[in-house]
T-cell receptor, first 116, second 114 residues
Framework: GAVVSQHPSRVICKSGTSVKIECRSLDFQATTMFWYRQFPKQSLMLMATSNEGSKATYEQGVEKDKFLINHASLTLSTLTVTSAHPEDSSFYIC????????????FGPGTRLTVL | GNSVTQMEGPVTLSEEAFLTINCTYTATGYPSLFWYVQYPGEGLQLLLKATKADDKGSNKGFEATYRKETTSFHLEKGSVQVSDSAVYFCALSDPQGGSEKLVFGKGTKLTVNP
């Protein structure tokens, strides 16, 4: 149990286009999901906290208008990278909080975004 | 602010060797400490955790003890296997912050050779 999926696993897009990444909790309801960004050989950086039914809370330095987050239901959060540029190329990872397991976070496998 | 520093890799060991991955932290409150593992092509998985000073987390032969006096949470395993090859992340969360936010170290890649 407590599986989190992400779709797509890889995406390549042209500069200026928008890309949507989905994060789903498959067998539990998650009122809170997190979005992280990971650069090569670097740590995961928290981008934002996504709460079902309310606006996301962004970390300092993360552009709200570029990284749109929607937590539409208790099992789905989406991250849309708008007007993507090559510097947005990265590995994006989501996690979902499983409160029954004492607030343990379960992570998705990640999405590799490459902007040409 | 809160931060985590862990030893840089990569680390390469032979099977049955002893493993230590160092992790130290800086926190304003009384954080919970975690080790996550990321196997190739998979998401991060919780390996073990400790929520207060002197607690020892353990799982799959791995251990780490929450040392408040040295602000450390070093990961150890007495005899590694090839299947332990993965990237290991040390992390903390500060419950006083009122959320489950995690702060991660940079990760240490471990390769175990037969």
């Amino acid at each position: 149990g407590a599986v989190v999926s992400q779709h797509p696993s890889r995406v390549i897009c042209k500069s200026g286009t928008s890309v949507k990444i989905e994060c789903r909790s498959l067998d539990f309801q998650a009122t809170t999901m997190f979005w992280y960004r990971q650069f090569p050989k670097q740590s995961l950086m928290l981008m934002a906290t996504s709460n079902e039914g309310s606006k996301a809370t962004y970390e300092q330095g993360v552009e709200k208008d570029k990284f749109l987050i929607n937590h539409a239901s208790l099992t789905l959060s989406t991250l849309t990278v708008t007007s993507a540029h090559p510097e947005d190329s990265s590995f994006y990872i989501c996690s979902a909080v499983y409160r029954v397991r004492l607030n343990e976070q379960f992570f998705g496998p990640g999405t590799r975004l490459t902007v040409l | 602010g809160n931060s985590v520093t862990q030893m840089e890799g990569p680390v390469t060991l032979s099977e049955e060797a002893f493993l230590t991955i160092n992790c130290t932290y800086t926190a304003t409150g009384y954080p919970s400490l975690f080790w996550y593992v990321q196997y190739p092509g998979e998401g991060l998985q919780l390996l073990l955790k400790a929520t207060k000073a002197d607690d020892k987390g353990s799982n799959k032969g791995f251990e780490a003890t929450y040392r408040k006096e040295t602000t450390s949470f070093h990961l150890e395993k007495g005899s590694v296997q090839v299947s332990d090859s993965a990237v290991y992340f040390c992390a903390l969360s500060d419950p006083q912050g009122g959320s489950e936010k995690l702060v991660f170290g940079k990760g240490t890649k471990l390769t175990v050779n037969p």
